[in-house]
């Protein structure tokens, strides 16, 4: 039976309220947000907003506190994970995804946007939740980036032909996208010390070797897709004119996409986007190229993390430490001499084992195998 500390704290992460839980069962899943409810002895202390933290020794949840359901005998507590707080909409600037500055790497001259999208996502939780002109909405976080994405596009587009903005939801639209495409997560840190919140938004390029035959992982199930889920060849057309051959690209079994017309993967599943020519391109034919790659960067970036896979292992398994990995976390799983790659998109902690749900797809298109 574990024990579980269940912390309340206004929204400067000053203390309200303590209670104890035993046996809860946690999902926090990146993709979707989740709902998960404590029961406690009845209290007027805890309101709808506070933030709440989970603690039982090894591990601990921070998330924001939805509903109360008070009665005589106790308090129904529902809350989700942190990152529900960005699940509002935000104006969005689409000229962010233009390519406007020239990057040399290793003697190569490409033109890449001017901010990483790491740093784009700051800007937006800066602007709506750190620095707004409305201080009341602020809370008191700091926005780090641990990394840069460059080039990056989100294929947003404006509302209208009269203004580059768009109404958007900063989770569902921004977020859940940069994770499924780029590998970029959002991952809280609470000083409950100095009453203040990092929030880091980095990718993590350092993959984990997990042996799928080892007696660590106690339960596993792995819902594999043994073709990318989506598109698999791309037909890129000049929106200037379309009677001109569409440059086309190509998803291989490795999920690596390029022009080559070999080793496909069928049956095909194409898709067809028409794109505007750099503006700031030497000739159109160049603009064309760079415009093209955009639109398949922002279609097929983000295949590898289509294996969904279900690991149950103990909380303090040593050799995978799963209480302590982050969402973005990249995986190779290796079993019977095969090689699955994935990301950390999802957890479900209970008192006795812990599910890591890797993959940037949940149930489509995949086969299932018991291991």
């Not at 209670?19 to 709902?35: P, R």
């Not at 080892?214 to 037909?235: A, C, Q, S, W």
């Given at each position: 039976m574990i024990q579980y500390n269940i912390d309340f704290f206004d929204r400067n992460l000053g203390f309200k309220y303590n209670?104890?839980?035993?046996?809860?069962?946690?999902?926090?899943?990146?993709?979707?947000?989740?709902?998960n409810q404590v029961v406690i002895p009845p209290t007027t202390a805890v309101e709808t907003k506070d933030f709440i933290r989970v603690?039982?020794?090894?591990?601990?949840?921070?998330?924001?506190?939805?509903?109360?359901?008070?009665?005589?005998?106790?308090?129904?507590?529902?809350?989700?994970?942190?990152?529900?707080?960005?699940?509002?909409?935000?104006?969005?600037?689409?000229?962010?995804?233009?390519?406007?500055?020239?990057?040399?790497?290793?003697?190569?001259?490409?033109?890449?946007?001017?901010?990483?999208?790491?740093?784009?996502?700051?800007?937006?939780?800066?602007?709506?939740?750190?620095?707004?002109?409305?201080?009341i909405q602020n809370l008191g976080m700091t926005v780090v980036v641990g990394s840069e994405t460059l080039p990056w596009s989100l294929d947003i587009y404006s509302d209208n032909e009269y203004t580059p903005y768009s109404i958007r939801g900063l989770y569902k639209d921004i977020l859940v996208p940069a994770m499924k495409q780029y590998g970029i997560a959002l991952n809280v840190e609470p000083d409950f010390?100095?009453?203040?919140?990092?929030?880091?938004?980095?990718?993590?390029?350092?993959?984990?070797?997990?042996?799928?035959?080892?007696?660590?992982?106690?339960?596993?199930?792995?819902?594999?897709?043994?073709?990318?889920?989506?598109?698999?060849?791309?037909?890129?057309?000049?929106?200037?004119?379309a009677t001109q051959p569409p440059i086309i690209f190509y998803v291989h079994p490795d999920r690596t996409w390029d022009l080559e017309n070999e080793n496909r993967i069928t049956p095909v599943a194409r898709s067809v986007r028409m794109v505007m020519p750099d503006s700031e391109a030497a000739d159109e034919a160049e603009g064309m190229a760079i415009a093209a790659l955009d639109a398949a960067d922002s279609e097929l970036s983000g295949l590898e993390w289509d294996n969904l896979i279900e690991l149950e292992t103990r909380p303090r398994d040593e050799l995978i430490d799963p209480m302590n990995l982050e969402f973005g976390q990249t995986i190779s799983l290796w079993y019977k001499n095969g090689k699955y790659v994935s990301i950390l998109t999802g957890k479900t902690i209970t008192s006795d084992s812990i599910t890591l749900i890797f993959g940037s797809e949940r149930i489509k298109f995949t086969k299932r195998i018991k291991l």
């Open positions: 209670a104890q839980a035993t046996d809860l069962s946690i999902d926090d899943d990146y993709l979707t947000i989740t709902s603690d039982r020794g090894d591990a601990s949840f921070f998330g924001v506190v939805s509903s109360v359901e008070p009665g005589e005998k106790e308090t129904k507590i529902i809350y989700k994970p942190f990152v529900s707080l960005f699940d509002e909409d935000i104006l969005f600037d689409v000229r962010y995804q233009n390519k406007t500055v020239e990057r040399t790497v290793d003697g190569v001259t490409t033109k890449v946007n001017r901010y990483s999208l790491e740093t784009t996502i700051k800007h937006y939780i800066d602007a709506y939740y750190v620095s707004a002109s409305d201080t010390n100095t009453k203040r919140i990092t929030l880091r938004i980095s990718k993590n390029s350092y993959p984990l070797d997990i042996d799928g035959d080892l007696d660590n992982v106690v339960v596993k199930t792995l819902k594999y897709n043994d073709k990318p889920v989506g598109t698999n060849k791309l037909e890129v057309y000049n929106a200037y004119d």
